[in-house]
Structure formats: C-alpha cells, structure tokens
C-alpha cells in the first residue's frame, strides 16, 4: 500500500488522466439514472406468484397482477353517463394509443362497475414487463388525471402505479435528505479537521465516486434490470463511507508531514513521499481491509433471489468499489499534491499536525481503570435497548407508504369503498380449463373469498382458464395469508394462485427464509477478513460478536417506533403496525458494513501499537488515542446522514434512516469506544494471541512500519 501511494505520485498525470475519463465518461450517462433504472423486481424469482403472473400476461391480454386499473368515479349520477361517459371514453383511448398496452378491458357489470353505477375500473393489460409497466405508468398517469372535471375523479392504481407513486415520492425523500444532510456534514467535518480545505476533500472524494458509480449503474442497466433503490442507496452509502475513508486518511498524512519535516527546501519532495507512504501503509491498509469488509458483507444480500435486493447491493457495492479506489488512487494524490495548503483557512483552536488525541488518550486511561464498571453499563443499555425485538412484525409495505394524495392510493381507497375490502387485493388463478370447475368450487366454499368471478377463457386458445377473486380482507391483513395457504392446499394441482398481494406474501416467505443464511454468511465471512486482517482469532470473534449488539438494538428501536408508533407523530407517519419485511435481511448486512468499518479503523490502530511495543495497555489506550476522534466524527457524520433520512419521505426511507441512525449512534459510541476497548484489556495480551499454525495459513499483514 505504501508503494501504491508512492507510484500515484509519480505518475500523476496518468492517474488524474485516467479518473479525469473515468469521472467525465460515466458521468455523461448519470443524467439519465431516474428514468433508466428500473421501478420494479420487488419479486421472489421462482415462486407461484410470479409464474401466475406471466402466464396471465402472456395469455390473457396482459390481465396480469402489473396491470393498470384506472378508477373513475362520478359524483352525478352514475359514471356510463354524461360527463363520466366521455371521461371514459378518454381514458380509453389515451390508454388504446399506448403501444406498451395489451388489451384494454371497459368496465363490466357484476366485476368491474360498481352496483351503485357510480365507480368503474376500466383495465389496461400489461403489454410489457414489470418495469416498463412502472415506466408505462409514470409516463401516463399525469395525463389520465388531467382527465378529472368537477363531477368526475380520475385515479389509475394497481401494482405498476403504487411503484411508480413510491419510487417517486423516495427520490424526492431521498434529493431533500441529501440536500439536508450536505451542510451539517461540512459542518461536522470543519470541525473534525479544523480547516476548510481539508473539510472539503471528502466531499469532493464522494462526489467523484457518486458521479461515476451513478453512470456505471445505467451502463449496467442495459444488460441486467436494475432497480432505481440501487442508486438511492448508493448515494447514501457513498457519501458515508467516503467521508470515513477520507478522514482517516487525511488525518493520517497531516500527522505524519508534521512528524517529519525537513528544514532544507530541497527534501521537500522527499518528505512529502515519505508522509503518502507512511500513510497508505497504515490507514491506506485499514481503509482497505474495512472497504473488503463491507463489500463483503454486502455480496450476502445476493442469495436473496430477487432482482430488487440483488442490484441494490450491487449499486451499493459499485458505489464502494468507485470511493475506495478514489481513496486509495486519486486522494493520495490530492494530498501530496495540496500538501501544506490542505490546512488553509484553520479555526482558530486547530492544531492541524495532532494525530493523538489527549482527550481520547484520557478516555482510553479512565476505560483501563474501570472497565468493568463501563463494559457493564454499556452491555445494559444495549441489551435493554435490543430487547423488544422479541415481539418484532414484518410484512410487505401496505398502501400507508404512499402519501395519501398519491394517484394510486386514492384510486385503492376508491375501489375498496365501492368493490369491498379485498377488491384491491383480487387474487388470480391460473388453472387448466379441465379443472376450471373444481377450482370455482373451492373458491366459493371458502371464508375467506368474497366473491369469485366466472373463469375466464385464454386470449390465444391455449388450455388455461383464468379466476380472478376478491378476498373478504384488505391486502396487508395477515388473514390474507392464511387465505392463501389453503387455497394452495385445496385447489387442483394445476392452479396456480396469484395477484399483486400474493407476490408480496411470497416475497416476504422468501425473505423470512433468506434472513439467517445471509446473517450467517455475513458473520462468518467478516470474522475471516477481520482474521486475515488482524492475525488474532479472539479479539476478531469479539469484534464480530460485538456488532450483533448494536444492531439488535437498532431493531428494538425500530419496533417501538415503527410497529408500536412511538414518536410517529414526530416523525410525521401513519404507523403499519410492523416492520417492512426487508428490513431484517437488507438492513442487517448494512449495519454489520458499517459497524465493520469502525471496528477495523480501531482494532488496526491497536495492533499498530501493539506491534510497535508489545504492550495490551499501548494497545488499547493507543488505539484510543489515534482513532477514537475519527471514530467520533465519522460517526456524527454517519448519525447526521442517515438521521435526514428519518425526517422526509414515505416509511420506509424512514425506517432505513432510523434503523441505520441508531445502529451507527450505539455502535460507533458505546460499542467501538467504550465496549471493545474493554474487551481489549480484559483480554490483555490474549487478545493478540495466534497459533503458529494459524500464522503458516494467514498472510502476513502488518501495521506497523518505519
């Protein structure tokens, strides 16, 4: 690492050419990332569902669960006449001259126009996938409202739009979040690093790799789907981890050109390559190992089998490839470069050249003293705090995630009062023709049916029939599931039952399947990397083990407020009574990143100091000492980002900003300040212990050198 920092500054050019490219060539496609990426792949590839969903597309003229329902509803009369008549003959054919559109099915008496005659769903087929059904939807939607008047409402719902009504209202949440979060992050880190300049670089670092990841992701696109989620959480994760990896990169090279600093101008030069050295193989190499960690942690997510997870770990995971190479490439350069001027314009009370914190250094002594009396006190709180999870709920997100004027929400609300609880939630049933009556029968004996319609024949003449009924609960219910169970039971082999609702409950069993693999996976594999990176079997144990505290914790929180309603009004959200069921799987592996990255900038510092002298007090209060106030600004940085997100935009940005706020809150200051560096003197020298055996297996990674 110390020679990659030497060669970048010897081939300056090269690098600022290369990045230059890199930066202007993919950013040109970064425009494009809202409209491109896909909206949909909420899906659990392989299940029942999803196979009912495409036979209905395929031989029903798109009668699918992705489907566009546009709800029109008069308040003069009833909707076949007058003004509602010609506003039905608008919709239909703004919807006839969308090519992306199958058929288009007019309100049917009995199914479709309520007994009132004031409501009508006129059915636009899916003539595409799911993604370019949301893509379709967004395109339209706009214009069918525009199509209300005084007497008439205009509302289209249905899968496809709830997915374009979220991802519309999450990019907004997500633009103010970033835009909220830019200035009390500078804030943090001008006081952090005590000088404009140096405050600015990571920044500079994170947009360079936003811009770059945001352009790879629409490249990507065009040979895999990828879900827009990609990039919102890639502009989160970005911004948080660049600004780690600067900070201890950056406090690092200003120690070390105040630690060695010729008086001859003529070793200059000298001095600067000696610093940029020293750096990279110290901190160049925690930064390194930790930005292993979290792809690591990440690449977990794969083994959920749904497009959605997939690329949102992949877009995490490129925008981390993109800032790590910045940080290891292009701001080493920056820094050598800048040199001196990187402390331009310091605060008054900046000592820009101090790499050992004597506060950190006191806290680290008064942690030696007592480290019972601390470790016990902060295992309390987090053991307290992790303790509702026991009673934690998840589901898919019900309709309360959309604001409540959104197009499709008002059109949900619309055909549950005028077709019943379940209407919204109509459950599709593919079936051989053979077994069409068998199947009907089954669904009108059942409780939880409301009503089955009569089966519909295929469009192209193949043998298959299509039912579509209407449960007796709304779609978030729970019963809804149970429903679903026994109809899967009892109907003839050959059905296969589906609908927008039962993808979502497939999805869910999937991810409640998924949730301790990756947990497992994850644990294990960052107990390995933090094996190879440290060379002691106990304390990287410890350090894993200790991460699952805080993020229980994290999720007992989060089910206070999210499940309970605790603080919702505060947070200006209708509460769904669980927990998005996503939440456990996706949110574990990003937890455990971050957490990770903490727990490799401060055990890295130990073993540099333990190396260097063989001491477990040197170690710990060392550790402390020249990590801990990056540790502690990181974290406030890390803590202000994702708390911004707690503040705008539907639930579950909400709920991500929450959960990850918490968990960067206790696992940055109780965990890896106060509980690891307890775990470090108890354990004293043990910790840094290894059998020769083990040593012969490991690469020889090392911290300390001259």
């Known amino acids: 690492m110390g020679r990659l920092g030497v060669w970048v500054t010897d081939h300056a050019r090269l690098v600022s050419v290369l990045w230059l490219l890199t930066i202007v060539g993919l950013g040109a496609f970064a425009p494009q990332v809202e409209h491109n990426l896909s909206g949909a792949g909420w899906q659990?590839?392989?299940?029942?569902?999803?196979?009912?969903?495409?036979?209905?597309?395929?031989?029903?003229?798109?009668?699918?669960?992705?489907?566009?329902?546009?709800?029109?509803?008069?308040?003069?009369?009833?909707?076949?006449?007058?003004d509602g008549q010609q506003v039905l003959a608008k919709v239909t054919n703004i919807l006839e001259q969308e090519p992306r559109i199958a058929e288009v099915v007019p309100p049917t008496p009995g199914a479709t126009l309520s007994q009132d005659g004031e409501t009508a769903i006129v059915l636009a087929g899916a003539g595409a996938d799911t993604n370019e059904m949301v893509r379709v939807a967004t395109d339209i939607k706009?214009?069918?409202?525009?199509?209300?008047?005084?007497?008439?409402?205009?509302?289209?719902?249905?899968?496809?739009l709830l997915w374009s009504d979220f991802n519309e209202a999450n990019l907004d949440a997500m633009l103010k979040s970033e835009f909220m979060s830019w200035p009390v992050t500078l804030a943090i880190?001008?006081?952090?690093?005590?000088?404009?300049?140096?405050?600015?670089?990571?920044?500079?670092?994170?947009?360079?790799?936003?811009?770059?990841?945001?352009?790879?992701?629409?490249?990507?696109?065009?040979?895999?789907?990828?879900?827009?989620?990609?990039?919102?959480?890639?502009?989160?994760?970005?911004?948080?981890?660049?600004?780690?990896?600067?900070?201890?990169?950056?406090?690092?090279?200003?120690?070390?050109?105040?630690?060695?600093?010729?008086?001859?101008?003529?070793?200059?030069?000298?001095?600067?390559?000696?610093?940029?050295a020293q750096t990279m193989d110290t901190a160049g190499k925690a930064v390194l190992l930790s930005g292993m960690t979290v792809l690591i942690s990440l690449s977990a997510v794969m083994l959920v089998p749904s497009p959605s997870f997939r690329s949102m770990a992949g877009g995490i995971m490129l925008s981390v490839v993109f800032v790590l190479a910045a940080t290891l490439t292009l701001l080493p350069l920056v820094l050598v470069k800048l040199d001196d001027r990187i402390n331009k314009f310091a605060l008054p009370w900046s000592r820009s050249g101090e790499h050992r914190s004597a506060k950190f250094a006191a806290w680290g002594e008064r942690l030696w003293k007592r480290p019972l009396t601390w470790g016990l006190a902060s295992l309390v709180v987090l053991v307290a705090l992790a303790a509702p999870i026991l009673g934690l709920q998840t589901a898919m997100p019900s309709i309360k995630v959309l604001p409540e004027d959104a197009s499709a929400r008002v059109g949900y609300d619309?055909?549950?009062?005028?077709?019943?609880?379940?209407a919204p939630g109509t459950l599709q049933i593919v079936t051989a023709g053979a077994d069409a009556d068998a199947t009907t029968a089954v669904l009108a004996a059942d409780d939880g049916i409301a009503a089955a319609m009569a089966p519909m024949p295929a469009a192209d003449g193949s043998d298959l029939v299509l039912v579509q009924a209407v449960p007796t609960v709304d779609p978030s219910d729970p019963a809804l599931g149970d429903t679903v169970e026994r109809l899967r039971a009892d109907?003839?082999?050959?059905?296969?039952?589906?609908?927008?609702?039962?993808?979502?409950?497939?999805?869910?069993s999937q991810l409640?399947?998924?949730?301790?693999i990756v947990i497992g996976v994850v644990l294990v594999l960052g107990f390995l990397l933090l094996l190879v990176a440290l060379q002691a079997p106990l304390i990287s144990l410890l350090g894993t083990l200790a991460s699952l505290l805080s993020t229980a914790a994290a999720f007992g929180v989060a089910r206070l407020i999210f499940q309970e309603g605790y603080g919702a009004d505060l947070l200006g959200f209708e509460p769904q009574g669980f927990l998005d069921a996503w939440a456990p799987v996706f949110f574990f592996a990003m937890i455990f990143a971050i957490a990770m990255d903490y727990t490799?900038?401060?055990?890295?510092?130990?073993?540099?100091?333990?190396?260097r002298s063989g001491d477990a007090k040197d170690a710990m209060v060392g550790s402390l000492a020249h990590s801990g106030r990056v540790i502690f600004a990181a974290g406030a940085v890390m803590v202000a980002v994702f708390f911004t997100?707690?503040?705008?935009?539907?639930?579950?940005?909400?709920?991500?900003?929450?959960?990850?706020?918490?968990?960067?809150?206790?696992?940055?200051?109780?965990?890896?300040?106060?509980?690891?560096?307890?775990?470090?003197?108890?354990?004293?020298?043990?910790?840094?212990?290894?059998?020769?055996?083990?040593?012969?297996?490991?690469?020889?990674?090392?911290?300390?050198?001259?």
């Open 44 to 82: 659990a590839n392989g299940s029942e569902s999803v196979e009912a969903r495409e036979l209905a597309r395929e031989h029903f003229g798109g009668n699918a669960s992705s489907a566009i329902q546009v709800v029109v509803r008069s308040t003069d009369g009833p909707v076949t006449e007058g």
């Open 142 to 160: 706009g214009e069918l409202q525009g199509l209300s008047t005084e007497t008439v409402e205009v509302n289209p719902t249905g899968s496809s």
């Open 189 to 276: 880190l001008v006081l952090a690093f005590g000088a404009l300049v140096a405050a600015g670089l990571p920044l500079i670092l994170t947009l360079a790799g936003l811009v770059a990841s945001a352009g790879s992701l629409v490249l990507i696109n065009e040979l895999v789907p990828v879900s827009i989620w990609a990039m919102n959480f890639a502009m989160m994760f970005a911004l948080a981890l660049g600004i780690d990896y600067a900070l201890f990169i950056v406090v690092r090279y200003r120690a070390a050109r105040a630690a060695r600093r010729s008086a001859d101008p003529a070793m200059a030069a000298a001095d600067r390559r000696w610093a940029i």
């Open 414 to 422: 619309r055909v549950q009062e005028s077709f019943g609880e379940g």
């Open 491 to 508: 109907l003839p082999d050959s059905a296969l039952v589906g609908g927008a609702a039962v993808e979502n409950l497939d999805l869910k």
């Open 512 to 516: 409640d399947e998924s949730t301790p």
């Open 600 to 611: 490799v900038f401060l055990l890295a510092s130990a073993k540099e100091h333990y190396e």
């Open 645 to 706: 997100f707690a503040l705008s935009g539907p639930i579950p940005p909400k709920e991500m900003g929450v959960v990850l706020g918490i968990a960067v809150l206790l696992d940055a200051f109780l965990v890896r300040l106060v509980l690891l560096p307890v775990m470090l003197r108890l354990t004293g020298h043990a910790a840094w212990y290894s059998p020769a055996w083990l040593r012969k297996v490991l690469p020889n990674i090392t911290f300390a050198h001259d």
